[in-house]
């Protein structure tokens, strides 16, 4: 019986062309361990999903080689999980993947030199996208490398310190087809490289100058670009008022502008730069010159925005209220942070812009439940509120939010003052995807369970310190939310196993975080690692009583697993060691685990291939010997050496008094 | 003003006769004066040191200021001086007038009239003060000749200037305008003793020293201004070098071309001497020589670089055209572009149509046919340290990057040095931090906080508590 209908399968998918078989197989991506099964059902079944697979994100540089051979058709290959690439690496990327290489990113990778680089951008003719950021010692000569690359389109280079103007002018002159590059951080870099580029490459469409030490001579180049559109100024401090009076030249594709942290630039120099470019839909002001009036009537003229930031700047009531008069209708307004926002304002500006979709009025502290009615009234068709830390916003003010803004689909009220009245009216937001609830002190079980029923699309949920959360609500959490993805269940110390156990169901979950719960056991743990196969990231601090049972099975079933934290558990040198058999295990961190030896604790992280980052405490830097350290070291992985002091017992009344404190 | 009107009317109308007067009074003052002014001279170049004499005149000269007699005649001097080189001038002019513009000679007088008149007024004001000030006469003295010569001296210039339009022969040629121009300045330059000796006649039979104070002074003071004057003109001569091509739009016609030939151009040697014939490069070094060849070359006049007209003037500018045929800078050319001075016409000539003779003796590869242009090129020669791929190299960045601007499919050249750095080690973050902190004069603080930080740490950061 097997036999036939093994036959039959094989003869069934014989009748399917390769085509087809591709398009099945491109629908099996909610789970990465189901092509992998596919993979492993028969030869054919093998080589078709080699053939098949496109991107590829090893783990290990020294399987590189076997994997690009396997994987004859990969065009993108994402190397971030692997810490050291070296030129070796590259010569045999640039060999095996000559034709096909499209895309590269070397970001989280180093070890390699100019040389490597140079035989991957001449033999790989088809490499458009290279992201190479954090290659801090980086060189011209390294970017002469990549100015090979001729079909190159997307460049990110993100804090390449190194490199100079002379490496910048290479790309330009040898990237013609240049559409993207940012150069944030490459402090490098001048108005000569910068200017370069706007000359040579005009094609650009998007242009990251964050932090760059240029001023106005190479402002008029950029906006000349034909097809400009996004372009980032963030913390130029050489771009003042004077250079943007004197632009004369209009950008009429520039659509997405931000000038975060610009000190020198006032309103003189926006309003200038404004009527130069009409066209723009999007605009970051973050941490900038007061929002005032003038300001404000400045940004009158850009009649195609859509989107304002405003993080971190001071705000005027006049500069809300002429923000509010604008003809134009936003869709996103973000005042984070934002000194001198009132209610009177916010009002204003929110029965004006009633298509509103996304606000962000984070750590606006002097709003109350008059906003709150004037936006949900207004702003029906928000999809995005953030309004963490409104400490005036009574309770009953959350109940609007829930009757009125149906479409919301992420909403933050971390540190408000929400009860379960609101929580009840809140989960009628059925599209509900991101709720963070941190510190909401006063939710219990009750109002989780309104919000466990409705919101089936829930995909991540933060009850960071909700201590009046039990075990019944995180239950019909796990019961209502199956896309669950993120859980923070920190310091609520009345949870046991048994929630736990019912999230083991919530498949895809790949964060959790339980650290100072001090109920739960190994047991739950068990129950987590077979249950959420896809799990990530794990925090397990503060809780005592898991032990070497509970890692057993995580080293078994958690073959996803990349960071965890195991401080103040009662882990030994076996679980430890047993960790060590999860390759994907990049970022450890264990402080204050008193059942570990040093030889122990070695052994793991010597049998730890792909470990990068190890959180100890100091005292075991005299304990490992030295070599080890030296060869872990030249293997990829950093040591981050704590010298805290142990903390006999967790204390949340003295963390809450802590709290109120701090917070008037 | 009714001396001179006087003076104007009666050497236009019988200028024969008053040439004939003039002559007659120089020859007949010339004699003591000259005699005087040839001792003062021998007396002064025999000294050993200048300071010296100095030092033993100033006591007389103070003894000579401080009777009031002697300071009413002074307003008289200058006038004096003016009007004797005034009429010889005037002699001079008519002596060779054949076809002039009455009109245009009328406007340059009334323009003279008006500048002696503005001298007077200075003069007036000097009396004035050194009534006032009677402390340190010897400083202000000193400085108000000087501003008085150097006032005379323009107005001589312009006279002559104005003569020397009617010259036939200035209007063909620079060169022969030079020395005619060093004459008249050593015409110019005699008068003054005599114009001061003049008023003071009385004195000078009295008291032989005062005389000799007296006279010093004044000698001294041209000395002086003549050096001055070579300063001012080797400044302009440094900034003819530069052949500044500033693109000035003249209207064609408005100007006079010049052409000098080849040979010209390239002899070594403009400036010869009447005398032995030697060559020299620079008028100024003419003249030093001039004086081994007798004591009439060592006066302070014929020492002094003769003036330049002064731009007031409304003579017709010269412009210069490269005898080159063919060249933008030729007269014939369709897009003629003339050529400013003869040092630009020399530069031009021989950086564009001669052969780059002058090797860098550094480099081994630039070549100039300009040895100025090599000396120049010499004190950075080394110092280029940025390269192009096409082998150009540039003091400048910038230049660089506006030369990269400009020409397709050149790219800025990586010094090899580095390329081989980077290809020898395969580069290690920890390094690079460490080299970029050190780089770091700017602001901002990375991931170096962190101790062994790379960025995978730095990126990984959040999360974590």
Redesign the interface.
């Known amino acids: 019986m097997k036999k036939q209908r093994c036959s039959e399968k094989i003869n069934l998918f014989d009748l399917l062309s390769e085509e087809i078989v591709f398009i099945i197989l491109d629908c099996l991506n909610t789970n990465p361990f189901d092509k992998k099964s596919f993979s492993l059902v028969c030869k054919s079944f093998y080589i078709t999903e080699s053939k098949h697979r496109k991107k590829l994100k090893p783990l290990r540089q020294e399987h590189l080689p076997a994997v690009l051979i396997r994987y004859s058709n990969t065009t993108h290959l994402d190397l971030s999980l692997c810490?050291r690439i070296?030129?070796h690496s590259l010569f045999a990327i640039s060999k095996i993947t000559s034709f096909t290489l499209q895309s590269i990113d070397l970001?989280?990778s180093?070890?390699?030199?100019?040389?490597g680089l140079l035989s991957l951008t001449l033999s790989c003719k088809n490499l458009k996208e290279i992201d190479i950021?954090?290659?801090?010692?980086?060189?011209?000569?390294?970017a002469?490398a990549l100015?090979e690359a001729k079909n190159l389109e997307k460049l990110w280079m993100g804090?390449c310190?190194?490199v100079t103007?002379?490496?910048v002018?290479?790309i330009a002159?040898?990237c013609k087809n240049l559409k993207l590059i940012s150069l944030k951080?490459c402090?490098?870099v001048g108005d000569?490289?910068v200017?370069?580029i706007a000359?040579?490459c005009k094609e650009i469409r998007s242009l990251d100058l964050s932090?760059l030490?240029i001023t106005n001579k190479c402002l008029p180049s950029i906006l000349k670009l034909q097809h400009l559109e996004d372009l980032i100024l963030e913390g130029c401090f050489g771009i003042d008022d004077c250079s943007l009076a004197a632009l004369k030249h209009r950008c009429k594709s520039l659509k997405v502008l931000d000038m975060s942290s610009c000190q020198n630039i006032s309103h003189l120099g926006l309003s200038s730069l404004t009527s130069s470019i009409g066209g723009l839909q999007q605009l970051t002001l973050a941490h900038g010159s007061p929002v005032t009036l003038s300001i404000a009537n400045g940004l009158k003229k850009l009649s195609m925005l859509q989107s304002i930031k405003l993080d971190g700047s001071v705000v005027t009531r006049a500069g809300l209220k002429a923000i509010g008069d604008w003809c134009v209708s936003l869709k996103e307004l973000s005042l984070s942070k934002c000194d001198g926002v009132t209610d009177e304002g916010l009002s204003y500006v929110a029965t004006k812009h009633r298509d509103l979709r996304k606000l962000d009025i984070t750590c606006c502290r002097k709003i109350s439940d008059v906003s709150i009615t004037h936006v949900t009234s207004s702003c029906t068709g928000l999809t995005s509120l953030r309004m963490e830390s409104c400490t005036l916003v009574p309770r009953e003010a959350f109940v609007l939010i829930g009757q009125r803004c149906r479409f919301l689909e992420e909403l933050d009220l971390t540190d408000n003052e929400i009860d379960d009245e609101g929580l009840k009216s809140i989960s009628r937001c059925s599209k509900l995807s991101v709720l963070k609830l941190g510190i909401c002190l006063n939710i219990t079980d009750g109002g989780l369970a309104h919000v466990g029923m409705c919101c089936s699309k829930l995909k991540e949920l933060d009850l960071y310190r909700c201590v009046g959360i039990m075990d019944s609500g995180i239950l019909t959490i796990a019961c209502g939310c199956p896309d669950l993805e993120m859980i923070n269940i920190a310091y609520l110390k009345d949870i046991t196993d048994s929630s736990l156990l019912s999230l083991s169901k919530c498949s895809r979950l790949n964060t959790f975080e339980s650290?100072g719960c001090p109920l739960i056991t190994s047991l739950g743990l068990a129950a987590i690692a077979v249950g959420c196969k896809q799990l990530i990231?794990l925090d397990i601090?503060w809780c005592h009583n898991i032990n070497d049972v509970g890692m057993l099975p995580l080293a078994h079933f958690s073959q996803n697993l990349r960071?965890i934290?195991l401080s103040y558990t009662s882990v030994t040198d076996v679980g430890l060691l047993s960790l060590a058999s999860i390759s994907c295990l990049?970022?450890m961190?264990i402080l204050h685990v008193k059942g570990l030896s040093p030889n122990g604790l070695a052994a793991a992280l010597l049998a730890c291939g792909g470990i990068?980052?190890v959180?100890l405490q100091a005292a075991f830097k005299q304990l490992l010997p030295q070599p080890l350290i030296d060869h872990l070291?030249a293997r990829?992985c950093?040591?981050?050496?704590r010298n805290k002091v142990f903390q006999a017992e967790l204390d949340p009344k003295s963390w809450k008094l802590l709290l109120e404190d701090t917070v008037p | 003003m009714d001396l001179k009107e006087g003076l104007r009317a009666e050497t236009w109308a019988k200028s024969s006769l008053a040439e004939n007067e003039m002559s007659k009074r120089i020859s007949s003052n010339n004699p003591c004066f000259t005699d005087f002014n040839s001792q003062q001279y021998q007396q002064k170049w025999e000294d050993p040191s200048i300071l010296d004499y100095d030092i033993r005149i100033n006591p007389a000269f103070q003894e000579f200021n401080q009777p009031p007699q002697n300071q009413s005649s002074l307003p008289c001097d200058p006038t004096n001086q003016i009007k004797n080189p005034f009429q010889m001038n005037e002699n001079l002019q008519t002596n060779k007038m054949q076809d002039w513009d009455p009109k245009a000679m009328l406007n340059n007088l009334s323009f003279l009239e008006q500048k002696i008149h503005e001298l007077q007024d200075l003069v007036h004001l000097i009396v004035g003060r050194r009534s006032q000030i009677l402390g340190r006469p010897d400083e202000l003295v000193a400085q108000q000749q000087q501003l008085i010569t150097a006032d005379l001296t323009s107005i001589i210039v312009q006279l002559i200037s104005t003569a020397g339009s009617l010259l036939p022969s200035m209007k063909h040629t620079l060169s022969a305008a030079t020395p005619s121009m060093g004459q008249l300045g050593q015409f110019g330059g005699v008068p003054f003793p005599p114009g001061a000796g003049l008023s003071d006649s009385i004195q000078v039979q009295n008291s032989c020293a005062k005389k000799v104070s007296n006279q010093s002074n004044p000698i001294d003071l041209v000395g002086n201004s003549g050096t001055q004057q070579n300063h001012a003109v080797e400044e302009h001569d440094l900034k003819d070098e530069d052949d500044a091509d500033d693109g000035e739009q003249l209207p064609p016609g408005s100007y006079e071309i010049l052409q000098l030939e080849k040979e010209e151009i390239l002899a070594p040697h403009t400036h010869f001497c009447t005398i032995c014939g030697k060559g020299f490069k620079r008028d100024a070094n003419l003249r030093m020589h001039m004086r081994g060849h007798g004591d009439e070359y060592k006066t302070p006049a014929a020492l002094a670089k003769p003036h330049k007209e002064s731009s007031s003037e409304p003579m017709l500018i010269k412009r210069y055209s490269c005898p080159y045929a063919g060249c933008k800078r030729n007269k014939d050319h369709k897009k003629f572009q003339p050529l400013k001075t003869i040092l630009c016409v020399k530069n031009h000539y021989k950086r564009t149509h001669c052969d780059k003779s002058y090797v860098c003796s550094r480099c081994n590869t630039k070549k100039f046919s300009v040895i100025a242009d090599l000396k120049t090129h010499e004190k950075h020669c080394g110092k280029d340290k940025w390269l192009c791929s096409c082998g150009t190299t540039f003091s400048r960045?910038?230049k660089l990057?506006g030369h990269?601007?400009l020409f397709q499919?050149?790219?800025?050249a990586?010094p090899l040095d580095?390329?081989i750095?980077?290809?020898a080690?395969?580069?290690?973050?920890r390094?690079?931090?460490e080299?970029?902190s050190k780089?770091?004069s700017?602001n901002?603080n990375?991931g170096s906080s962190?101790?062994?930080?790379?960025?995978?740490?730095?990126?990984?950061a959040k999360?974590?508590?």
């Open positions: 810490p070296n030129d970001s989280r180093w070890g390699f030199s100019s040389s950021s954090n290659a801090v010692s980086l060189k011209d000569a390294g002469a100015a804090r310190k190194m103007d002379m490496g002018g290479c002159v040898g951080w402090l490098g000569l490289g200017g370069l000359v040579k932090y030490p650290r990231k601090k960071q934290n990049q970022n961190t990068t980052k959180k070291q990829g950093v040591f981050q050496w | 960045k910038d990057f990269i601007a499919g050149h790219t800025p990586i580095e390329t750095k980077g290809l080690g395969p580069s290690d973050r390094e690079g931090n080299a970029t780089i770091g700017t901002f990375f962190v101790p062994n930080g790379t960025g995978v740490s730095d990126m990984d999360g974590e508590s």
